[in-house]
Every structure is written in C-alpha cells, then in structure tokens.
DNA sequence: TTGTTTTTGAATGAAAATGATTGATTTTTG
DNA sequence: CAAAAATCAATCATTTTCATTCAAAAACAA
C-alpha cells in the first residue's frame, strides 16, 4: 500500500471516527508499526491531526483553546512562562507583530493593554486581542485551515505597510548552521519579512525545538534574539556564540 | 481505550449529569481505578473539573452561550431562511464576497463547498468557513472590536486585488430614498467598495431594515437585489419599483 | 545492468501509561 | 463518639508505546 494511500486512508479513519490507534492502522494496512508511526509523524507535522499515545486523534478546527490534554501539560506551563517574560519586553507605545502560534497567543494576557498596536497573521490571536481592547490590525490574505495563519501573497503585500519596534515568532527549528526553520514555505516567508520590517526580533521556542530543522529557512540565528526556557549548558554555548538568548527559568 | 478518548467521555458524562462517581466510569471505560484517579487530576488540573470525594463534579465556568437566546430564536429562523436562500443563489465556480455581520454568517453552512473562493472582512465568518474547508481570503485592516469586521485604509486595498461573481452584504437600514444605509463611515466604504467590485449585489435584511436610516450610505437601492422575508403588499410595491426584490417566504 | 535514493521493517533502550498495593484520610454507620 | 467502610494519594512493577537506529528491500536513475 502506497504512502498517499495510507495517508488518505488514515485521515479518512480519523474523520470518522475520531480516534485511531496504531494498532487497527497496522492491521488494517497490514504494514508494520515503524511505517505507520512514520505516516503519523508526517501528518502530524502538515498539522492534518494530532499525535496521541497510542494513536492519533482529529484536530478540533476550533480558533482558540488548546485541547484538554495539553491544558494540564507541564508544556503549558513552560509556554506561559516564556510568553509571559516576552510580552515584558512589550512597553507602551510599542507597535508589535505578533507571529501565529500557539505560543505567541499565551503572550497576550500580559501584554500591556494601553498605547500599544497590535499586527498579526494569527487568526488564533484576534479573539483574546480584542477581547483585551488592543488594537489590532490583521494582514489580508489566503487563511490557512491547518495553522490558522493568513498567508500568501497578500499577506506579504499588507506586511509592507507596517513597522514594528518589537516582532515575536514562533518557529519549529532553530539550529547552529541552519537557523530558523517552519515546515510551510509560504508561512517561512512572512516570518522573514516580519522580522525585517522590526528593529528587534525574538523567537519564541521551548527547548524542543533546538537542534532541529523544518523544511522551510526563515532566517539565521543572529537576526532575533531566542527567549526559551530551559537549556543545558553545551547547547547554551553554543548559541550564545551566534545570537542573544534569554533562558527564563522557573 | 486511549487517555484523550477517556476524558472527552468523562466530560461528557459531567455535562450531562453533573457529577459522576469514580467506580462508575472505571466500569464504563473499562480500566483501572488508578487510571481514573489520574485521568481526574489532570482534568482538574486543566480546569475542566472539580474533583469531589467519590468522583468530580462538573466546573460552572464562563461557559455562558450567546445569551440573547430567547429573543432571537424568532428572528435566528427567519435570518436563517434569508441566508439559505441567498447561499442557493451560489454555483460552484463563483467566487463571492461575505460582507461581516450575523445574517451572512447563516449562509455557510449551506454554501456550496466546492470549488468557491470566499472573500470576507468578518471575523466572525472564519470559523465556520475554515470548518467547511472553503477557500478563505480575509481582507487586511483595523480589527474593529463592536462588530469584528475588518476595516480601514488596508482593507479598502486589499479589497482593490479582487473581484467577485457575487457579494452578499448586510445592512442596518434601507429606505426608498435614502438606499443602504449603515452605522459606521468606515464599514459603509467597504461595503460600497464591494458592491462596486461584484457582478452581482445583494443585501440580506429581515422586514426590521425597512424604512430605517442609518448614518453613513452605502449606495441607493437600485446597486443591490434585496433578500428579506416579509414584506407588506404597499411596501413591496415601493421597492419593486426600485430595484429587484426576493422575499422568501416560510 | 549498476549505483543511488527512498521506503520499509525490525531491534534497541527510553518514556509513558497502567494496574495493583500500601497506608493515610475521609465519610458513613452503628 | 468510635468502628467500619469507602476513598484517597503515593509508590512500584509491569506493560505498552515511543523515538531512534540500522540494515534489508524497493523504487529510481544513469
């Protein structure tokens, strides 16, 4: 059975049913474990479902909430402590580009309401934003159902119209030699123009994604600074050499 | 049965009967008390629940509805007939623009899925387009709070990229005289805008717009087709005689 | 064909989830 | 009130699932 075969295949799965385990995909597609753990994997990554132990599940197309497995995550926790460090940079009168990300989103219950402009492709953000009084300009485009993200020709095009004192990112790689990486080619480009358009740029990323390395280049490591949670001292090294990094610990 | 698939039943069991013993849902799901007790911490711990001695109860957050309830089930159907109907005026291929506002939303679900392109500068439309995984375009602008609508300067440029088989607009007043009309200068501009792009307009307005004023005009009748449900004889006779009028009938 | 890349399946140890057990705590019962 | 019963948190061994690695198989190109 071929790999777009299986694809469609568990999607289909997943539609109906909800949930899938790993082990109905194995009998049914009578490959091995390895290969379906491999199609999960890609999947997962296209944002097409989500990854749960023992299978996959479909991804609820809600704009906001993260599910109720992550919610009580210690993940959570680490993301709200690198978001919450990251809006203190924010000061009033700042105008900020806010990346699309689930991160980033955790950034706005302490961002500094008054005085501020807000820019974002992220349509997860909108709700919270506006729901904080903030004033929010959204970048026109083609909306991406996977990432909930406005991207595309037309969202390069409205970037042009703005500048930023502050940008925050959200990536999926950060690497010595390769910089910064998302898997979404088109998604990699508004990053980089963001950052372009911001006299200071900060990625977001808990320590997961060190060391690794999406499809898509937005950048080197020396154009934004990394705020992060944890990273032990070799890694540590390693990127201080390249660019500012700010480790907020517990 | 997998952690994700237990909590959701859990939580719906909690929806339903407000509270649920521990031994109870070891026999439903057919696992272990531990397993339980382990998934109610953590359920607990992403505020989902309230664990009680014996099991949890069920958590009365903000989980408030649109609480207008009772007042427009009455005008929900007939916005909703107006909206069904104006959907089937929709063929695969078009591409169309959804003006903001709580009528056009009703059209989605019963919008073609395939093959549409949908231009929109209502936040509150993304949702239920995404769901229905119909090609979305947003317009770029100021998120204006009151009526999640995207307006401003970069919305009326983004606006200048398209052009559209189809626009469905709503308005707050129409009047033999003084046309569309709508509370906001901004919102106006872009309606007219739209308007002026698309082969076909057509306003959506339940009997309530009739002969009402509001501030800022978006164009005289004879610019748009009007969808409405009820109509008395004299006034569909001054509107006929203006422009082209459909009144859907229960 | 031959050499190269991609896909696959199996094996490994690490990580996560599970079920049983313990003794402490709470609730119910007499 | 005190004893009994039920429920609880904490711990541990077992099982399951996971990521990673590597070599064989398959698909591909020259």
Redesign the pocket.
Known sequence: ???PE?HKLIMQLLKEKGVV???DLVDIT??????I?????QLEEGKYLK?????AARLQGKLQEPSM?EKSSRNLQQKRQIAQYAAGLVEGGDSIYLDAGSTVTEMIPYLPAKEIVVVTNGLMHISALLERNIKTFLLGGFAKEQTKAIIGRGALASLEYYRFDKCFMGVNGIHPQFGYTTPDQDEAMIKQKAISLSREAFVLADNTKFSEIAFAKIGELHTAAIITNELDEEQQETYTSKTTIKVVTA
């Open positions: 059975m071929l790999t299986r385990k790993i082990q009578e490959t091995s474990e390895s290969t753990r491999r199609d999960l994997t990854r749960i132990h023992g299978g497995s």
